[in-house]
């Protein structure tokens, strides 16, 4: 059985149109230790598809949920609060694109470190800390016995991330959800987050919902990826089929739009029009303004979302037709 | 052939905020030398892309080539006239043939005019068209960079972020500029918008004699659109060459690493190597010698002291590296043609 399975969230806003709501009936399964990849670009949804499923939508704002998200034979929307405390920090972890928002600029990162060890684990003080110089070492934390007593302001943005990452593995949780983790970063900072993450899968067996918009963190990392755009998940694979054999015309052309594929000297294959307003939504497939293989069944018709092979799901009405060179 | 833009010897120094102690000693705040003597030069119809980490300086160039940012010495010369010691009149001339296009797209624009009167005030201020012109000229403008003309009485916040980049640009074409300096024009953007600008600037860049210096930290970018290119850390140049040889065959150790670094676009691709270690250096805190011995994998004890090293020839392109032997006849400014 999966460790997290996501069924048929849909998320509506406000004022938000319930029959074309801003994500829409979104659906897929992490099992432990794997890294799955939700790749997206701005206002796809990917970061409130996490938030909904976690119940951490910010408050003040008017939405509607519906669906399951099953963790552990746990529904995270149906259980008590009580009982989401337990879990977070616990048995799921968090990790955030910007470290420094996240981490508490009054408490020292070994403080913050300890504080879930404490609460979930019911450590001493005395314990917790040096559990907490434990866990900066094994994050890559020079000095950790020093660094243990600094404030966030102290360090900078890829230790920043190192302790968020420290302190979300503290209790050795199933689940890591890191919402675009390295974007903030400098690519050679980068190499060096990604590299812990997939130590740390490989060492304690940790499930990672990777969420980001670039797709060589993706090719990198992941073992499967979903592919959301306005909302809906276009297309769910594992990542060398869903590089080497894309069907849905959106992930082809995000493929081919990378500028490291680009062919100098020849126009680079880019995705005309743009990403579509939550509060006008296309009908049909939200894909179809901006596709070029769009037919009039796109503009009108429920998409259903097929799949393509054992490890492949699809929703595109025409994908038995296209095929896409990788 | 004399370069449209030749930058020689440049260096940009920051105040630096100081301490607390240094403040109540009335102890001067000590200076961040954030370029750190670079030599650049870019001819007509040349694609040039620096690139580097946060922090290396990139900007800081680009900025002082308009005078945005005051240099602290150098030259910078631009069709044979030091932009730095420019008196206002020929200043104006020198930025109706240069222009800089900017990373954040709403930012840049003044969000209390409409694209059409940002577009009529860069043609009113250079005097470029009769009034009566503005209009139509506008409008082909617009057709130019790929925007409906049913935009040109929106404001910045009644577009995408993707239409104000082709506005920013506009903007740039709209005086006929000759060089365009672009400051990460993309980074903001989406993945599917970002290849939309970037060849809306290659099929301007091959349709007239423009030059573009495109600043950037991604190196496709720079691998697509430049033929040649200069890295850049902690405010020194370390490697300047053509693209392909630079990227295809990095010759200096940070050069070597930062590729390393970039997460590969393919189905069979693993977590990005990490023969570096640490974090981008803190501009205050310069080491002496090289200034990335501290991070770099080949460091040699005399990597370590004295100046920095001088560039040398190696295959084609300029590396300023101890790994390599001194060559006796390597320019120390310019360009290899």
């Known amino acids: ?326 | 052939m004399s370069a449209l833009l030749a930058i020689d010897d440049l260096v940009v120094t920051y105040r630096s905020s100081g301490t607390l102690s240094q403040w109540l000693s009335r102890q001067a705040a000590p200076r961040i030398r954030a370029v750190d003597g670079v030599s650049l030069q870019l001819f007509k119809g040349d694609s040039f892309g620096l690139v580097g980490e946060s922090g290396c300086g990139k900007s800081t160039l680009g900025r002082a080539v308009f005078r945005l940012t005051p240099a602290a010495s150098g030259t910078v010369l631009f069709d044979g006239e030091n932009v730095l010691t420019m008196s206002r009149r020929p200043l104006l001339e020198f930025r109706r043939r240069a222009q800089m296009v900017f990373q954040d797209p709403f930012g840049s624009l003044n969000p209390r005019l409409t694209v059409f009167e940002t577009l009529s005030e860069v043609l009113e201020v250079h005097n470029v068209c009769p009034a009566n012109q503005r209009r139509d000229r506008v409008l082909s403008l617009l057709q130019r960079v790929g925007l409906s003309a049913a935009l040109a009485d929106r404001k910045a916040h009644g577009l995408s972020g993707g239409q104000c980049q082709r506005v920013g640009i506009a903007r740039a074409l709209a005086v006929g500029a000759e060089l365009i300096v672009a400051d990460e024009p993309i980074s903001a953007l989406d993945v599917s918008i970002q290849a939309q600008i970037l060849n809306l600037l290659g099929e301007l860049q091959r349709q007239g004699d423009l030059t573009l210096l495109l600043i950037a930290h991604d190196l496709g970018v720079v691998r697509y659109l430049c033929q040649r290119v200069a890295v850049m850390y902690l405010g020194r140049i370390v490697e300047e060459g053509p693209v392909e040889r630079v990227f295809d065959d990095p010759c200096h150790p940070y050069t070597q690493s930062l590729i390393e670094a970039i997460p590969r676009m393919s189905p069979d691709a693993g977590v990005p190597g990490q023969s570096i270690q640490g974090e981008p250096p803190n501009p205050r805190e310069r080491p002496e010698g090289c200034p990335f011995h501290p991070r770099c994998p080949k460091a040699m004890p005399e990597c370590k002291s004295g100046l920095p090293p001088s560039a040398r020839e190696v295959r084609g392109r300029r590396v300023w590296c101890l790994l390599y032997p001194e060559s006796t006849n390597a320019p120390q400014s310019g360009t290899i043609k």
């Not at chain 1, 993450?197 to 919902?209: H, N």
């Not at chain 1, 500028?259 to 497939?285: F, H, T, W, Y």
């Open chain 1, 1 to 326: 059985m999966a460790l997290l399975e996501l069924k048929h969230l849909t998320v509506a806003f406000g004022k938000g149109d319930l029959t074309n709501p801003a994500v829409d009936d979104v659906s897929f399964a992490v099992d432990a230790g794997e890294v799955m990849g939700l790749v997206g670009e701005s206002g796809s949804g990917k970061t409130v598809t996490c938030r909904a499923m976690l119940r951490l939508m910010p408050p003040g704002l008017h939405h509607r949920i519906s669906g399951q998200a099953i963790f552990d034979g746990k529904d995270l929307l149906a259980t008590s609060e009580r009982e989401l405390q337990s879990l977070y920090g616990k048995r799921i972890g968090m990790i955030f694109q910007n470290p420094s928002s996240y981490l508490d600029p009054l408490s020292s990162i070994g403080q913050q470190i300890a504080e879930p060890l404490i609460y979930h684990e019911g450590l001493s003080r005395r314990n917790a800390r040096a559990r907490a110089i434990e866990l900066l070492r094994q994050v890559g934390i020079p000095d950790p016995r020093h660094n243990v007593d600094a404030f966030p302001h102290q360090f900078s943005g890829g230790m920043r991330q190192r302790a968020m990452i420290a302190a979300a593995v503290a209790c050795q949780p199933d689940l890591l959800i890191a919402d675009e983790p390295t974007t903030a970063l400098d690519v050679t900072v980068q190499a060096q987050i990604l590299r812990l993450l997939m130590e740390l899968r490989d060492r304690t067996g940790l499930a990672i919902v990777l969420i980001t918009h670039d797709l060589g963190v993706i090719a990198a990392t992941c073992d499967t990826v979903a592919v959301m755009y306005a909302g809906r998940i276009m297309e769910r694979a594992t990542k060398g089929e869903l590089i080497r054999h894309p069907r849905h015309p959106y992930t082809a052309g995000l493929i081919r739009s990378q500028p490291s594929r680009a062919r100098k000297g020849r126009p680079m294959p880019s995705i005309e029009g743009q990403l579509p307003d939550v509060n006008s939504l296309p009908k049909g497939c939200r894909f179809h303004p901006r596709c070029a293989y769009a037919e009039p069944l796109c503009r009108t018709g429920v998409v259903a979302t097929e799949p393509v092979g054992s490890d492949h799901l699809v929703a595109c009405v025409r994908w038995r037709e296209l095929e896409f060179a990788a």
